[in-house]
């Protein structure tokens, strides 16, 4: 397997996997295939697999989870919230034409 890096085969406990390789690992593994077969040789820690699945499987279930953001929403909030500093500054600004006048 290419992992997009030049390198092939299944990698050491000590060298680093690429996103890639991980991606692809989990998604070999979420597809059913065994543990065993995704280790590959030299051999993989089938801790560290599983490790990964879990990790995978904790974020999908957190985007799964997360409110979705309506654009038009949080646009509307950061104009609210301009317009709110704006009136502070408007108020300030005729205490101090106020002041001055006098």
Known sequence: MSDGT???GALGS???WSPRRKRDTVLGLLQGKS???MSGE???EICRLEVLRNQALAGMERALVKRDVDPFMEELKAEKEHIGELTMKVD???RRWRCDAL
Do not use: I, M
């Open 14 to 16: 000590e060298q680093n």
């Open 92 to 94: 300030v600004l005729r």
């Open 42 to 44: 030299p051999l993989v």
């Open 6 to 8: 030049g390198e092939t």
């Open 35 to 37: 543990l065993d077969a």
